[in-house]
């Protein structure tokens, strides 16, 4: 697509539930990076593949979140049990390459995730 | 590891004031160093990039930013601030390897007093 497009835009889901947010990066783009922005501060990094592999998860707050990639392409960030404090915006991104000449990062929109 | 630093959290000038925010970066190689800006209630999107082509670098709405080697920095400067200026801005940096990854730092918070 024309740019990268995250699904939905906004959720609002109960305490305990389980959720699942969408990344469709820009066609092509072989890095693809998850973000969390809460009100108001900058950004926390999540998670970055290359490809389909996740060389980075270092920033992956606890073990009810998890992502994968598939194909290369569409990337699912998944939070189990979700908490108040998961409560945020989800920003995805992604770039040609990880580094180098060709490495600006485009964004999302994100997704607002409120837990209620 | 490359890494980013961003001094001052908030930053508050008066309209047609000098716009001066501030990074600094870490790099065992060359970087490529980014500077994004977030308009509130947006996304973000890409203010100028430096590739090593020039040292200052010019970006979309008057801004610009100076790569000193010598002071590992890429400050973000304008002449004359505006009101719609006001926005969060992050500086963020990549290495040379196409397998590496940027790196942002963690912003800061524009504000403009008329």
Redesign the interface.
Known sequence: GAGVSQSPSNKVTEKGKDVELRCDPISGH??L?W?RQSL?Q??E?LI?F?GNSA??KSGLPSDRFSAERTGGSVSTLTIQRTQQEDSAVY?C?S?L?????F????????TRLTVV | AQSVTQLGSHVSVSEGALVLLRCNYSSSVPP?L?W?VQYPN?????LL?Y?SAATLVKGINGFEAEFKKSETSFHLTKPSAHMSDAA?Y?C?V??????????????T?LSIRP
């Open positions: 072989t890095a990076y973000y108001g900058g950004l990094f970055y290359q060389p980075d920003l991104a770039s390459v990880g580094g180098g000449l490495s600006e990062a485009f964004f999302g929109q994100g | 490529y980014f994004y947006q996304g973000l999107q890409l990039k590739t969060e992050f963020a990549s290495e040379g390897s196409s397998a590496s990854k940027i790196i942002f730092g963690s912003g918070r």
